[in-house]
């Protein structure tokens, strides 16, 4: 991910908070944020009854990684439900959106 996909994404993100702040549970209102360069990924791997080990993960769903500066907590958002899958270049499978 260059300057500009993290550019997009804080400016999504700050466009859905409308007036609220972002604020950290641990540091507190003041607070900085920063996106990670990489995103990560979750994996659905099956129903809730089934072990990870029981099924091979069939989908992945790309995060941001938010990370407060001054503590580390971190938060991650669901880029395709972000509404950013087609300006990220992101593929998805039809049952994602
Ligand atoms: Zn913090």
Same mark, same amino acid.
């Given at each position: !991910?260059? &300057?500009?996909?993290?550019? @997009?994404? !804080?400016?999504? =993100?700050?466009?859905?908070?409308?007036?609220?702040?972002? *604020?950290?549970? =641990?540091?507190? #209102?003041? /607070? $900085?944020? &920063? @996106?990670? %360069? $990489?995103?990560?990924? +979750?994996? /659905? +791997?099956?129903? #809730?009854?089934?072990?990870? *080990?029981? &099924? !091979? %993960?069939?989908?992945?769903?790309?995060?941001? *990684?938010? =990370?407060?500066?001054?503590?580390?907590?971190? =938060?991650? +958002?669901?880029? @395709?439900?972000?509404?950013?899958?087609?300006?990220?270049? @992101?593929? *998805? /499978? &039809?049952?994602?959106?």
């Amino acid at each position: !991910m260059n &300057s500009g996909h993290r550019e @997009i994404i !804080m400016d999504k =993100i700050l466009e859905k908070m409308g007036d609220r702040r972002l *604020v950290c549970p =641990i540091s507190g #209102p003041e /607070a $900085k944020w &920063s @996106i990670h %360069p $990489k995103t990560a990924s +979750v994996y /659905a +791997v099956g129903a #809730p009854n089934e072990l990870p *080990v029981q &099924s !091979m %993960p069939s989908q992945a769903y790309p995060l941001a *990684v938010i =990370i407060c500066e001054d503590c580390g907590y971190t =938060i991650f +958002v669901n880029l @395709i439900k972000l509404g950013l899958a087609a300006e990220l270049d @992101i593929s *998805v /499978a &039809s049952d994602e959106q």
